[in-house]
């Protein structure tokens, strides 16, 4: 799952910045998962270490009666441009001393790479399917990380447009297991659908 809306008045990529909270919105979207949610066997619910994924994890684990673990796998994709404002138009990418950060699109160059994201993400889900066995598991990160898991497992190329991602705040994306064998992915949005373009997302 992807966390709610943050509050983010300055519009700054926050990353992995610490004190950035769930907006009214996003604790309300968080609210609306875990009612959507509430009649899964739902055994485990882990989030990233950030504040907004630890918050929208909270009402959830509270409807199955769990506490939320933390798994520092599930964190946000470290990128060089945090704590900056990189939207179109008057954000940091107009200034010639960033462009050199964007020479490798494919990595990328200007932040963790795409792969290891793919695997971190992937071992927090066998970690939680190993301990939620024969239930379900609820994982909160954020949208770059859970975006890049789903095009590792479907088998495609890691580098992507983010205008074209498919993962809203407070979304679903469920990877559905028989046994050992990944046989299908759900994307669903409980909170409904929000623009992946989004500053403050």
Excluded at 18 to 40: C, I, Y
Excluded at 112 to 123: D, F, N, T, V
Excluded at 131 to 137: K, S, V
């Amino acid at each position: 799952m992807r966390h709610g809306e943050v509050y983010n008045p300055k519009g700054i990529l926050y990353g992995r910045l610490p004190g950035f909270t769930l907006a009214e919105n996003g604790r309300n979207q968080a609210t609306m998962v875990a009612k959507a949610l509430s009649d899964h066997d739902i055994a485990l619910v882990v989030a990233s270490p950030l504040q907004r994924a630890q918050e929208t994890a909270a009402p959830i684990a509270a409807e199955h009666g769990l506490a939320v673990r933390t798994d520092d796998n599930l964190i946000e994709a470290g990128n060089t441009f945090e704590g900056l404002r990189v939207s179109v138009g008057d954000g940091a990418l107009r200034k010639p001393r960033h462009w050199w950060k964007l020479r490798d699109p494919f990595t990328p160059s200007w932040g963790e790479p795409y792969l290891q994201i793919a695997h971190r993400m992937l071992a927090a889900v066998n970690k939680a399917r190993a301990e939620a066995i024969g239930h379900e598991a609820v994982l909160v990160s954020h949208q770059l990380p859970v975006w890049t898991l789903r095009r590792f497992l479907e088998g495609k190329r890691l580098w992507h447009d983010p205008r074209n991602r498919q993962c809203s705040l407070a979304s679903v994306t469920s990877l559905v297991y028989l046994g050992d064998t990944l046989v299908d992915i759900v994307y669903s949005e409980p909170a409904g659908a929000s623009d992946p373009q989004v500053t403050g997302a």
